[in-house]
């Protein structure tokens, strides 16, 4: 039953003008433009994956343990030709990078959140670790070659061995030291205030605060940062040049686990695919080569990201 | 940093230490002859240059109590801040004039705020359990003590204090944060209780609660009084009638030439004199809702 108030004609009325009239062409148009730009990125990026994997087939596909086994040769069609001086350094660069890096940028970002003071000091250190994150990362394989190749500063050449896996694994902790320590600091500042407050009012001490409520609730944020830099890092090449990765003459494989070779003279994935990409214009089967090269590379970082995310989600899932 | 670092602070420690409330600031009867538990004088809380609370004196008897109403702006979260030293928190936040508490002044350098917080226990205005299991929020406090005994029957003893018990017991192993909002203030209150504290401070408690929960948060109030001093904030005038022994008035002035709010204490007085029969105009205005 139809109310006194609203007659017949009114009501018809008020129907029309809230009934869609026209087909909403702007935004319509808007939609298709946001859904152009997702699907060229994702052309581009199949385009990338497919052509490297099909390039690899090469390798990849008939001799896959071989090439994980082999070392750099001056031709393509040797038999030994393979990737596994290249895993190595790549694989000690991450593990130097992850020991070296994240508890020094954790430590400090702990620091410039929790304990110092909000002073224009301060303020200036953050802007420049802002800054610092910027810098190409060319500059960074000169400050490893003035610390630890020249050994301009301590004499921490002697440490290293000069141009060594160690030496490029501290090149790049200290690339991925600012990203960190930002990354660290944001979800530092995401830890809800009523958590500390909470930790503060029954007698915590700030450093058991930090111990239990800081640290636990932005492990995730921590853990995603850390991780992705180590990722950024191991995908590095030209700091590693600057430190002197070689791209050829190394002595015999170490065995994958074996630290006895961090000081000895050393490559890495990222500069094996630069140098096999150069090496295809004399000689085409270096292109099979690099293509497989960035397969093993893109798999490495792929294991790391899912890593990352995997425990993101255990951390994620503890704090509730 | 803590305050006491940085803070030039004006304590007069000759009446802070005195213990007793001078001629033109005398408490209410009942007040002054018992035991007193916090006596705070000319209490002034700046954030920087800001001045957020003006010269609050007033005393807390022991195992009451006491309320503090008036409406938003009017500091009184800040005053009740001042009694743990969470005020401590803030950067640029700065205590003046005196508070002590059973003799001492709170504010002295010799004092650890940390000690302070665990005699002096907080319940916050939103519910805060930590993302931990039920069992590790309520034995927080005591771990952090260094307490490692023991920590079964404190646990429980604190849940059964906060009427949390019976709802919780079977399972202490799961996480807090899925109890109810009622349920996670209780927890937060036998979490408050496990130090072993003297005196609860309660800012809002009920303000995110529904009527049913906050019921159960007000009659535990009356229950654990005869074991504690407790001092409430609270925006809802009918909770403070309901709970409080003493209630203490605030209003904000406000100056209108450059826009702030200055918290300042109007009257101090038993519940049931504020609410039927009020010194102050202003007060007389708030409780029976003219303004505010």
Same mark, same amino acid.
């Given at each position: 039953m139809v109310s006194r108030l609203v007659d017949d004609r009114s009501r018809a009325a008020i129907a029309a003008s809230i009934e869609r009239r026209r087909v909403d062409t702007r935004g319509l148009l808007f939609k298709v433009v946001l859904q152009s730009c997702l699907l060229v990125t994702l052309a581009l990026l199949a385009v990338l994956l497919v052509t490297v994997a099909l390039d690899s087939t090469d390798q990849l596909g008939t001799r896959l343990w071989d090439f994980l086994q082999g070392t750099l040769r001056s031709r393509s069609s040797d038999e030994s030709l393979g990737i596994h001086q290249g895993m190595y350094g790549s694989l000690w660069i991450a593990v130097i990078v992850a020991v070296l890096a994240f508890p020094i940028g954790i430590g400090a970002a702990v620091y410039l959140e929790?304990?110092?003071? $909000?002073?224009r000091l301060t303020a200036f250190i953050e802007v420049n670790i802002r800054n610092l994150a910027g810098v190409p990362s060319v500059v960074y394989g000169l400050l490893g070659l003035a610390l630890l190749l020249n050994g301009q500063i301590f004499g921490l050449d002697r440490l290293t061995g000069g141009s060594s896996a160690l030496s490029g694994g501290i090149t790049l902790a200290i690339l991925v030291l600012p990203i960190v320590i930002i990354t660290s600091g944001e979800a530092f500042r995401a830890v809800p205030m009523e958590l500390r407050e909470g930790a503060y009012g029954v007698g915590a001490t700030r450093w058991e605060m930090i111990r239990t409520q800081v640290l636990p609730y932005a492990a995730p944020g921590i853990l995603t940062g850390t991780l992705l830099s180590m990722a950024r890092a191991v995908g590095e090449a030209a700091p590693l040049i600057l430190v002197g990765a070689v791209t =050829? $003459?190394? =002595?015999e494989n170490p065995g994958l686990f074996d630290i006895g070779a961090l000081d000895d003279r050393f490559t890495a994935l990222p500069i094996v695919i630069t140098s096999w990409t150069v090496q295809s214009g004399r000689d085409d089967g270096f292109t099979a080569a690099a293509a497989a090269a960035i397969v093993v590379l893109l798999v490495f970082v792929l294991m790391m990201n899912s890593a990352a995310i995997l425990l993101r989600n255990r951390f994620e899932k503890k704090r509730g | 940093m803590s305050m006491t670092d940085e803070a030039p602070r004006v304590i007069d420690r000759m009446a802070a230490t005195a213990g007793e409330a001078s001629p033109e600031q005398a408490m209410p009867a009942p007040a002054a002859e018992r035991d007193v538990v916090f006596q705070s004088r000319d209490v002034n809380v700046y954030y920087g240059s800001f001045r957020a609370v003006r010269d609050v004196t007033f005393t807390v008897p022991k195992n009451e109590i006491m309320a503090l109403i008036g /409406? #938003? !702006?009017?500091g009184k979260s800040t005053v009740l801040r001042c009694y743990n030293r969470m005020n401590d928190l803030i950067k640029d936040a700065r205590v003046t004039g005196a508070i002590t508490y059973r003799g001492t002044d709170l504010y002295d350098e010799r004092v650890d705020p940390v000690e302070v917080r665990r005699r002096i226990g907080m319940v916050f205005q939103k519910p805060n359990p930590f993302p931990k299991s039920i069992f590790d929020n309520v034995a927080y406090g005591p771990r952090v003590a260094g307490r490692k005994k023991d920590l079964d029957d404190i646990v429980e003893n604190s849940l059964r204090k906060a009427a949390l018990w019976d709802e919780v017991s079977d399972r202490l192993? *799961? #996480?807090? @944060? !899925? @109890? #109810?909002g009622g349920q996670q203030q209780r927890l937060c209150i036998a979490r408050a209780i496990a130090v072993g504290p003297d005196v609860l401070l309660m800012d809002e408690p009920c303000s995110a609660l529904d009527p049913i929960a906050t019921a159960r948060i007000e009659d535990l109030m009356q229950e654990i009084k005869q074991d504690y001093t407790i001092m409430i904030v609270t925006h809802n005038m009918q909770q403070a009638a309901r709970v409080s022994d003493t209630t203490a008035f605030f209003t904000a002035d406000v100056r209108s030439e450059n826009d702030t709010r200055t918290g300042i204490l109007v009257e101090v007085d038993t519940t049931q004199k504020i609410f039927s029969? /009020? #010194? *102050?105009e202003r007060t007389e205005n708030y409780v029976t809702g003219r303004f505010g």
């Open positions: 929790e304990y110092a003071p $909000r002073n =050829g $003459r190394l =002595g | /409406p #938003s !702006g009017c192993k *799961d #996480s807090a @944060l !899925g @109890l #109810s029969n /009020p #010194s *102050d």
